[in-house]
């Protein structure tokens, strides 16, 4: 199946475990194209969000005990939406048919004559094994495996046939059983499981924030007890549990039960989350600052002065981008660089001239990537009196590359292009920021307006994280602001920034 979601159908797509990757193609392409949604609680963070701005959100979640909305209730809705002619996405956690209730769901369409579908998906019940480091199955040590509920089930219907699955020589698997758990152990064990036998408690699992506990029947209880671990959890029982001791890949990673605070611009954040994430890493996106365009005027002077000009230098990639955005809006194209040398302060703003078909000329060497090391690369390559030199840059830019140049004798034009505005965290974000390891800071600017926006709200710098900075100007601003400072990127980029948070993590 594929193609955008048709008017006047329901469609029970599962959203998977809590793993943004572990969501479908086909889940997503339904989501993207939905009227309306119908959302569990338990969906991954994020997915909703991919949905057409106009579509309308109902959350009907059920926190345990407290029904959001009944589920005759969710039926009649998935009924009345798709009759009125809405493309209808209802998004549930896991597979939607592992006890998910997707099946009544589809017999209530089914009933009323509406067209549905159904998108299958990564279940909780094995991937918080896999990621937790239990195969659910191996040849020689479980040729089977079962999924139950260890819920109490309504009406009376009570408690899995635990006599049964305590016989069983395969892995058990229970759902929906973590306030059961002392329950779930004692009741298999007097149904003669041996109390030696290997049981896990898998929280959050697939997510960053998945926590593992391993013990036996016995003890499981109160080892889950102890670590007070939250919901939503599985119970897995069996010989397999031993084989996580090799097999523990997920929370292995480096960044593993690390909470970074990622503050730049979110336009920009993408590679720097996306790589932490890589490594295990819990993200919280804290955008505190947002890149606005000037006004267009400095930016085409700059495009229009390039034929007198010697040198063009950048000191960002925003900057290299919205130069290139007016050259082509003045219908001039890279050859217009032909005949002067281009100048970058760091990797970022010289990939991004690459991404323009541009080699940059000169860029400082690595621990001179900085407006004064800049300075010094162009004065040592012949920059000299009388040489034109536009700058093309942020609204308040790094002063000593004008300065330090304009001391040599070389005329600066400078071209401000964008500026940084604030975009400040809502109260609940920058409380979220307080409960981080790590903050990471890509420049001055971000230190400022996050200082500024916890102040906002109350939070006192000391009360922040300790910081990674991405060079000398960001970590002497932290520094400045109170901020303690645990370690500094080798050179400014976002790959060495992130080398730096892994080192020091290992320390
Ligand atoms: N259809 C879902 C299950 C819904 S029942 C699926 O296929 O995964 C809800 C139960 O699923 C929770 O009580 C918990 O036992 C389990 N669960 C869901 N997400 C989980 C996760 N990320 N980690 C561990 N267990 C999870």
Same mark, same amino acid.
């Given at each position: 199946m594929s193609g955008a979601a048709r008017p006047g159908t329901v469609y029970?797509?599962?959203?998977?475990?809590?793993?943004?990757?572990?969501?479908? &193609?086909?889940?997503?392409?339904?989501?993207?194209?939905?009227?309306?949604?119908?959302?569990?609680?338990?969906?991954?963070?994020?997915?909703?969000?991919?949905?057409?701005?106009?579509?309308? !959100?109902?959350?009907?979640?059920?926190?345990?005990?407290?029904?959001?909305?009944?589920?005759?209730?969710?039926? *009649? !809705?998935?009924?009345?939406?798709?009759? *009125?002619?809405?493309? =209808?996405? &209802?998004?549930?956690?896991?597979?939607?048919?592992?006890?998910?209730?997707?099946?009544?769901?589809?017999?209530?369409? !089914?009933?009323?004559? =509406?067209?549905?579908?159904?998108? %299958?998906?990564?279940?909780?019940?094995?991937?918080?094994?896999?990621?937790?480091?239990?195969?659910?199955?191996?040849?020689?040590?479980?040729?089977?495996?079962?999924?139950?509920?260890?819920?109490?089930? !309504?009406?009376?219907?009570?408690?899995?046939?635990?006599?049964?699955?305590?016989?069983?020589?395969?892995?058990? =698997?229970?759902?929906?059983?973590?306030?059961?758990?002392?329950?779930?152990?004692?009741?298999?064990?007097?149904?003669?499981?041996? %109390?030696?036998?290997?049981?896990?408690? =898998?929280? &959050?699992?697939?997510?960053?924030?998945?926590?593992?506990?391993?013990a036996t029947l016995a003890t499981l209880a109160e080892a889950v007890g102890q670590a007070a671990l939250p919901s939503p959890a599985i119970i897995v029982v069996g010989d397999v549990v031993a084989l996580r001791d090799g097999l523990d890949w997920f929370e292995q990673r480096p960044l593993f039960g690390t909470r970074v605070a990622v503050t730049r611009a979110r336009a920009q954040a993408s590679s720097l989350v996306a790589r932490l994430a890589d490594l295990g890493a819990e993200v919280v996106e804290a955008p505190a600052i947002r890149i606005e365009p000037l006004p267009v005027g400095e930016v085409d002077a700059a495009v229009d002065s390039l034929d007198d000009a010697h040198v063009l230098a950048f000191t960002s990639a925003n900057g290299v981008e919205r130069f290139f955005e007016r050259l082509a809006a003045r219908g001039r194209d890279a050859r217009a660089l032909s005949g002067l040398r281009v100048a970058v302060v760091g990797t970022a703003s010289a990939d991004a001239c690459r991404r323009h078909g541009v080699e940059p000329d000169v860029i400082p060497p690595v621990g001179a990537r900085t407006g004064a090391g800049l300075v010094d690369s162009l004065t040592t390559q012949g920059v000299e009196h009388g040489t034109l030199v536009v700058v093309v840059r942020a609204e308040a830019g790094d002063e000593a590359l004008v300065d330090g140049l304009r001391a040599h004798g070389a005329h600066v034009h400078v071209a401000r292009a964008y500026r940084t505005v604030v975009e400040p965290p809502s109260a609940d974000l920058v409380a979220q920021l307080r409960d981080c390891d790590l903050v990471t800071f890509t420049s001055a600017s971000t230190v400022h307006h996050l200082v500024e926006a916890a102040a906002a709200h109350g939070i006192a710098v000391g009360d922040l994280p300790p910081a990674i900075s991405i060079g000398p100007t960001t970590t002497a601003a932290a520094e400045a602001a109170g901020l303690h400072v645990r370690a500094q990127a080798a050179e400014p980029s976002v790959a060495s920034l992130v080398e730096a948070l892994v080192a020091d993590r290992a320390r």
């Amino acid at each position: 199946m594929s193609g955008a979601a048709r008017p006047g159908t329901v469609y029970l797509v599962g959203a998977g475990p809590g793993d943004p990757g572990l969501v479908t &193609r086909r889940a997503l392409e339904l989501v993207r194209s939905a009227d309306v949604l119908l959302i569990d609680r338990l969906v991954p963070v994020g997915l909703a969000d991919e949905a057409p701005a106009a579509a309308e !959100r109902i959350d009907v979640g059920k926190v345990a005990g407290n029904h959001a909305m009944a589920q005759d209730d969710i039926n *009649a !809705r998935l009924v009345a939406e798709a009759q *009125a002619g809405r493309r =209808v996405v &209802r998004l549930k956690g896991g597979d939607p048919y592992l006890f998910g209730r997707g099946g009544e769901e589809a017999l209530a369409c !089914r009933e009323a004559g =509406v067209p549905f579908e159904v998108v %299958p998906a990564v279940t909780s019940a094995f991937s918080a094994c896999a990621d937790a480091g239990i195969p659910v199955t191996h040849r020689d040590i479980a040729r089977h495996v079962t999924v139950v509920t260890a819920s109490a089930g !309504r009406d009376g219907q009570g408690d899995p046939d635990y006599g049964w699955l305590a016989q069983s020589d395969g892995t058990v =698997v229970l759902l929906m059983g973590l306030r059961r758990v002392a329950h779930v152990a004692a009741a298999l064990i007097a149904g003669g499981a041996p %109390p030696d036998r290997p049981a896990a408690v =898998v929280a &959050r699992g697939t997510t960053a924030a998945q926590r593992t506990v391993v013990a036996t029947l016995a003890t499981l209880a109160e080892a889950v007890g102890q670590a007070a671990l939250p919901s939503p959890a599985i119970i897995v029982v069996g010989d397999v549990v031993a084989l996580r001791d090799g097999l523990d890949w997920f929370e292995q990673r480096p960044l593993f039960g690390t909470r970074v605070a990622v503050t730049r611009a979110r336009a920009q954040a993408s590679s720097l989350v996306a790589r932490l994430a890589d490594l295990g890493a819990e993200v919280v996106e804290a955008p505190a600052i947002r890149i606005e365009p000037l006004p267009v005027g400095e930016v085409d002077a700059a495009v229009d002065s390039l034929d007198d000009a010697h040198v063009l230098a950048f000191t960002s990639a925003n900057g290299v981008e919205r130069f290139f955005e007016r050259l082509a809006a003045r219908g001039r194209d890279a050859r217009a660089l032909s005949g002067l040398r281009v100048a970058v302060v760091g990797t970022a703003s010289a990939d991004a001239c690459r991404r323009h078909g541009v080699e940059p000329d000169v860029i400082p060497p690595v621990g001179a990537r900085t407006g004064a090391g800049l300075v010094d690369s162009l004065t040592t390559q012949g920059v000299e009196h009388g040489t034109l030199v536009v700058v093309v840059r942020a609204e308040a830019g790094d002063e000593a590359l004008v300065d330090g140049l304009r001391a040599h004798g070389a005329h600066v034009h400078v071209a401000r292009a964008y500026r940084t505005v604030v975009e400040p965290p809502s109260a609940d974000l920058v409380a979220q920021l307080r409960d981080c390891d790590l903050v990471t800071f890509t420049s001055a600017s971000t230190v400022h307006h996050l200082v500024e926006a916890a102040a906002a709200h109350g939070i006192a710098v000391g009360d922040l994280p300790p910081a990674i900075s991405i060079g000398p100007t960001t970590t002497a601003a932290a520094e400045a602001a109170g901020l303690h400072v645990r370690a500094q990127a080798a050179e400014p980029s976002v790959a060495s920034l992130v080398e730096a948070l892994v080192a020091d993590r290992a320390r």
